[in-house]
Nanobody, 123 residues
């Protein structure tokens, strides 16, 4: 089985910084994209940032220039460095990874999600 375990959330004042981490473990053959999503109160889950296995990245317009996504392929870990945080960044942040596992003589690629970590930015 595959698990994604997140850490690094918390309470911070506006203008502050936080760093989220998400480590994937289990019977992993390879990982394609890894990303972070967030759900603000009464809102739908939205993409924050994504990084592909080759290192290319995509960011939501609302976080460009403030957040940086990175990954350590040797550790199957993705990071989200969040700077200049704003109250509107408040929400539950979820890690996502497209992970390939072995299934019999073949392989299966599917999405996995972390349990979520709360980020609260006070004004």
């Amino acid at each position: 089985q595959v698990q994604l375990v997140e850490s690094g959330g918390g309470l911070v004042q506006a203008g502050g910084s936080l760093r989220l981490s998400c480590a994937a473990s289990g019977s992993i053959v390879s990982i394609n994209a890894m990303g972070w999503y967030r759900r603000a109160p009464e809102n739908q889950r939205e993409l924050v940032a994504i990084i592909w296995s080759g290192g290319s990245t995509t960011y939501a317009d609302s976080v460009k220039g403030r957040f940086t996504i990175s990954r350590d392929n040797a550790k199957n870990t993705v990071y989200l460095q969040m700077n200049s945080l704003k109250p509107e960044d408040t929400g539950v942040y979820y890690c996502n990874a497209q992970i390939r596992t072995q299934q019999g003589v073949g392989f299966r690629l599917q999405d996995y999600w972390g349990q979520g970590t709360q980020v609260t930015v006070s004004s």
